[in-house]
Antibody
Framework: QVQLVESGGGVVQPGGSPRLACAVS????????MHWVRQAPGKGLEWVAF????????YYADSVKGRFTISKDNPKNTLFLQMNSLRVEDTAVYFC???????????WGQGTLVTVSS | EIVLTQSPATLSLSPGERATLSCRAS??????LAWYQQKSGQPPRLLIS???TRATGIPARFSGSGSGTDFTLTISSLEPEDVAVYYC??????????FGQGTKVEIK
């Protein structure tokens, strides 16, 4: 069955640069687009980034554009989110999500919490 | 950017009652709207795509309807395990993909 397992969260200082990873199984990353979606504590859902199946076409929310980079390692079936210049307002649970049909968020990981605090 | 507005913010009903959740889009999204259920401490789960198509394994008491700018998620007979926050989300004119602010469903 489809599984997505995020890692890499923790407490980071403002300006920090953690990298999140999402190990997927039950499907081949080569053939699917993938998203990162985040949820600040007690708040709603915010789409962050998307990478198409080809791995070359990428889209970002305005709130993270220029600071975050999404990528995927198809042979390792792993999705990444490189986060730079972190701000307090980036504090959230980050979910890795398998895409279907360019915008149906079909399967979600359990999420990894990133806390930006000094 | 398309804004999705959900109502009510909170819905408090007794088991067995019908729950009706609304999602209104700031411009037409055709039928490209999905609904998600998020239980406390869990990730969201896809319930409905294309406005009315239930995802695999979703009970028949969940149904979606609407097109254009007005959509409804109906739970025909509320079960205790349906306590959750429900979000709508569109997939037209992306990016960005946006979500509504959520409707919290409680049991009286």
């Amino acid at each position: 069955q489809v599984q997505l397992v995020e890692s890499g969260g923790g407490v980071v200082q403002p300006g920090g640069s953690p990298r999140l990873a999402c190990a997927v199984s039950g499907f081949t990353l080569t053939f699917y687009g993938m998203h990162w979606v985040r949820q600040a504590p007690g708040k709603g859902l915010e789409w962050v980034a998307f990478v198409r199946s080809d791995g070359n076409t990428k889209y970002y929310a305005d709130s993270v554009k220029g600071r975050f980079t999404i990528s995927k390692d198809n042979p390792k079936n792993t999705l990444f989110l490189q986060m730079n210049s972190l701000r307090v307002e980036d504090t959230a649970v980050y979910f890795c999500v398998k895409d279907r049909d360019y915008g149906n968020f079909e399967y979600w990981g359990q999420g990894t919490l990133v806390t930006v605090s000094s | 950017e398309i804004v999705l507005t959900q109502s009510p913010a909170t819905l408090s009903l007794s088991p067995g009652e019908r729950a009706t959740l609304s999602c209104r889009a700031s411009q037409s999204v055709g039928n490209s709207l999905a609904w998600y259920q998020q239980k406390s401490g869990q990730p969201p789960r896809l319930l409905i795509s294309e406005a009315s198509t239930r995802a695999t394994g979703i009970p028949a008491r969940f149904s979606g309807s609407g097109s254009g700018t007005d959509f409804t998620l109906t739970i025909s007979s509320l079960e205790p395990e349906d306590v959750a926050v429900y979000y709508c989300q569109h997939r037209v004119t992306w990016p960005p993909w946006t979500f509504g602010q959520g409707t919290k469903v409680e049991i009286k």
